[in-house]
T-cell receptor
Framework: DTGVSQDPRHKITKRGQNVTFRCDPI?????LYWYRQTLGQGPEFLTY????????KSRLLSDRFSAERPKGSFSTLEIQRTEQGDSAMYLC?????????????FGQGTRLTVV | AQSVTQPDIHITVSEGASLELRCNYS??????LFWYVQSPGQGLQLLLK??????LVQGIKGFEAEFKRSQSSFNLRKPSVHWSDAAEYFC?????????????FGQGTELSVKP
């Protein structure tokens, strides 16, 4: 399978715990994006990387959230001290290009439930 | 304010009937435009995109969309709907001012198909 893969697909955690998600993009893609999608809403942009550099972060990305993309390959998104409001689907996407006219390919997402 | 609006939250059509899903955007300049489909438990799949040129674009699964600059619209159409088209549809834009390719999504339109 050469698509974008995310792990885990589902995560249930207690409030206050830390969680980490992983995204493996399509291998030749230089860009990687994280989005968050809550029920009944469209995905909202969180952050993106070009190669290993994190070039933009949304205001949605509070200081409890951190993302990395070491070596410009896979990426991790960590949420510290989870809150119930963090419950959502976290989507990863990747693309190849340098401008806005690129096609993003999405993974199936990680559904986080904070109890 | 910059936004993407999908006025219809939920649409029901009969199988074999035609379909039109509406999308309006509000940006200073014409952004790049996309339609994505999301089936339950799945990631987002790109149906079609508009970057420039012919304002009527063809996509996968028999979908097409027409860009109308004067109306700031990018409506999705299909002449004959199949039961397998039942899903959530998202319109998205990539603003030209942002070279990172991040996508701004509408709220989505859920499509139900009656037999």
């Amino acid at each position: 399978d050469t698509g974008v893969s995310q792990d885990p697909r589902h995560k249930i955690t207690k409030r206050g715990q830390n969680v980490t998600f992983r995204c493996d993009p399509i291998s030749e893609h230089n860009r990687l994006y994280w989005y968050r999608q809550t029920l009944g809403q469209g995905p909202e942009f969180l952050t993106y990387f070009q190669n290993e550099a994190q070039l933009e972060k949304s205001r949605l990305l509070s200081d409890r959230f951190s993302a990395e993309r070491p070596k410009g390959s896979f990426s991790t998104l960590e949420i510290q001290r989870t809150e119930q409001g963090d419950s959502a689907m976290y989507l990863c996407a990747s693309s190849l290009g340098t401008g806005s006219d690129t096609e993003a390919f999405f993974g199936q997402g990680t559904r986080l439930t904070v109890v | 304010a910059q936004s993407v609006t999908q006025p219809d939250i939920h649409i029901t059509v009969s199988e074999g009937a035609s379909l039109e899903l509406r999308c309006n955007y509000s940006y200073g300049a014409t952004p790049y435009l996309f339609w994505y489909v999301q089936s339950p438990g799945q990631g987002l799949q790109l149906l079609l995109k508009y970057f420039s040129g012919d304002t009527l674009v063809q996509g996968i699964k028999g979908f097409e969309a027409e860009f109308k600059r004067s109306q700031s619209s990018f409506n999705l159409r299909k002449p004959s709907v199949h039961w397998s088209d039942a899903a959530e549809y998202f319109c998205a834009v990539a603003p030209l001012y942002n070279q990172g390719g991040k996508l701004i999504f509408g709220q989505g339109t859920e499509l139900s198909v009656k037999p």
